[in-house]
């Protein structure tokens, strides 16, 4: 989680997250998301939470969505990993 500091865009964060693999689907991606959409309100005042995330990733798209994130697009080529492109969806999550 970051802020992007110049005034006319402080009130905006980036946020990501990753759990290893072998704890996948244990809530626990669900508990690092509320911490730290309380510390994006609470602590860093943030208003608008953003995100990008690869397009086929449905398990991190339904976490995201379950907390109120927004799909605001989809962006073409976002990744190029091993000379290969990925989509990224972009999601907001307004506080
Ligand atoms: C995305 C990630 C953070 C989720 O962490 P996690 O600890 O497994 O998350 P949780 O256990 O809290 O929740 C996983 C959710 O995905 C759902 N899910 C799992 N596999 C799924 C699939 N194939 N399709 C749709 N949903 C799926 C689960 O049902 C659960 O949703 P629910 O709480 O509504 O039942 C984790 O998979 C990860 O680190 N992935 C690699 C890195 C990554 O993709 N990060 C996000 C990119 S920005």
Known sequence: MGGIGRARIAHRGRLA??????????????????ELIKFAKDIA?????ELEVR???HSA????????????????????????Y???LLMNLYL
Do not use: P
């Open 17 to 34: 997250i990753s759990v290893r693999k072998k704890y996948w689907n244990l809530g626990i991606g669900t508990r690092m998301m509320e």
């Open 45 to 49: 005042k943030l208003e608008v939470i």
């Open 55 to 57: 397009a086929n990733n």
């Open 61 to 84: 798209i339904r976490l995201y969505e379950k907390f109120g994130f927004e799909r605001i697009g989809v962006f073409k080529k976002f990744f190029k990993i091993d000379g290969k």
């Open 86 to 88: 990925f989509d990224a």
